[in-house]
């Protein structure tokens, strides 16, 4: 396998998975019409940090363990999206957009990171399709594996940024009753997640 095509395989799968509604893409919209148009990057740097430790562990043979594990890790995950979902619906509250407001609870990078690790199908899509993955690139070559990640990495970013710049340059357009309602809506979003998660745990 040749690293343009183990470059391509990895932005080909990284996209289908960034195209996916989920909570890390939900940390983006919630957080566009606050931070700027590049809210995305900073989201996705702290989805790939917490990808790049994930997949370093499964080639050192963590995948058994996260598989052996799906319950605890739905439950834990799913309880963990239900409290970053009521944050998110009471932050709405008295959420505006005027220069003034300061920064939201949760910065974009930490956003990342809690809606990557509280994701269940993420530990799992890991555990086996992107497990399976890396380990066929790396069967070719050290090289043939980093550019399979740095592929996949390619798909988030590009994804995720070009959804945060769209938000946010609708930002001038949104009052502050329209901003609250649709950080309302992410928030019941991940909270609705977060009980699927749940329910399949049991």
């Given at each position: 396998?040749?690293?343009?095509?183990?470059?391509?395989?990895?932005?080909?799968?990284?996209?289908?998975?960034?195209?996916?509604?989920?909570?890390?893409?939900?940390?983006?919209?919630?957080?566009?019409?606050?931070?700027?148009?590049?809210?995305?990057?900073?989201?996705?740097?702290?989805?790939?940090?917490?990808?790049?430790?994930?997949?370093?562990?499964?080639?050192?043979?963590?995948?058994?363990?996260?598989?052996?594990?799906?319950?605890?890790?739905?439950?834990?995950?799913?309880?963990?999206?239900?409290?970053?979902?009521?944050?998110?619906?009471?932050?709405?509250?008295?959420?505006?957009?005027?220069?003034?407001?300061g920064p939201g609870r949760t910065g974009p990078f930490l956003a990342g990171v809690l809606t990557s690790v509280a994701n269940p199908y993420f530990w799992l899509w890991w555990a086996t399709v992107g497990g399976a993955l890396l380990a066929v690139a790396l069967a070719s070559g050290p090289g043939d594996g980093l550019s399979f990640l740095a592929g996949h990495g390619m798909a988030d970013l590009a994804w995720l940024l070009v959804v945060g710049a769209g938000v946010s340059r609708g930002r001038s357009l949104l009052p502050d009753r329209v901003y609250r309602g649709v950080l309302a809506l992410c928030g019941l979003a991940l909270m609705l997640l977060g009980a699927g998660y749940l329910a399949s745990a049991f």
């Open positions: 396998m040749v690293l343009l095509e183990s470059l391509l395989i990895g932005f080909g799968v990284g996209l289908s998975g960034a195209l996916a509604p989920g909570p890390t893409l939900l940390a983006t919209i919630s957080g566009a019409v606050r931070h700027g148009p590049f809210v995305g990057a900073r989201v996705a740097a702290g989805h790939l940090l917490v990808e790049g430790l994930l997949a370093g562990a499964l080639v050192l043979g963590l995948a058994p363990l996260v598989l052996s594990q799906q319950p605890a890790i739905a439950v834990g995950g799913g309880a963990a999206l239900i409290v970053f979902g009521a944050l998110t619906i009471g932050g709405a509250r008295t959420a505006t957009l005027a220069p003034a407001s």
